[in-house]
């Protein structure tokens, strides 16, 4: 047994050891990808006018992230709250800075033009929240064109 489990371990140090190129059936194959992982980044940098504007407060920066069309839906206190882009960044604004919140992107699918994505928040006004986010990209941007949210312990 201890045979068996040393020549896999073998075989699995070898096979890191292949050049990366060997990875990619084809050079076109390794475009596909490095385009795909460059998504992940202009998602990141789609969220992060939502992501400053926790920090600062500023109502038209997160306003700025959003299609015209979107809505936010989520409950805070046990009060749930049904919103468009605006009135979510005049709340914003209202709630003023949160100079100690964190965040952390969880995660990010994407599919084409469309993605999704998972945003931690701690401290934010005092609260924690989870977001969900649907993005769609249009004429080569990605905007944020809806949010659901948990407050945790404040629902």
Do not use: C
Request: charged share 20%.
């Amino acid at each position: 047994m201890l045979g068996k489990t040393l020549k896999s371990t073998a075989l699995a140090f070898s096979l890191l050891a292949l050049p990366l190129q060997a990875v990619y059936a084809s050079e076109d194959d390794k475009i596909v990808e490095q385009q795909s992982f460059d998504e992940y980044a202009a998602i990141e940098e789609a969220l992060q006018p939502y992501i400053t504007a926790a920090r600062t407060g500023e109502g038209p920066l997160t306003r700025s992230a959003f299609y015209d069309h979107a809505h936010i839906l989520g409950s805070i206190g046990g009060t749930v709250y049904n919103l468009d882009a605006d009135t979510f960044a005049g709340a914003v604004a209202e709630g003023g800075p949160s100079e100690n919140v964190r965040h952390h992107i969880a995660w990010i699918n994407v599919s084409g033009p469309a993605a999704a994505a998972r945003v931690e928040f701690i401290d934010w006004g005092g609260n924690r929240f989870t977001d969900f986010f649907i993005l769609y990209k249009e004429e080569g941007a990605w905007k944020i064109s809806g949010k659901v949210y948990d407050s945790h312990t404040n629902n």
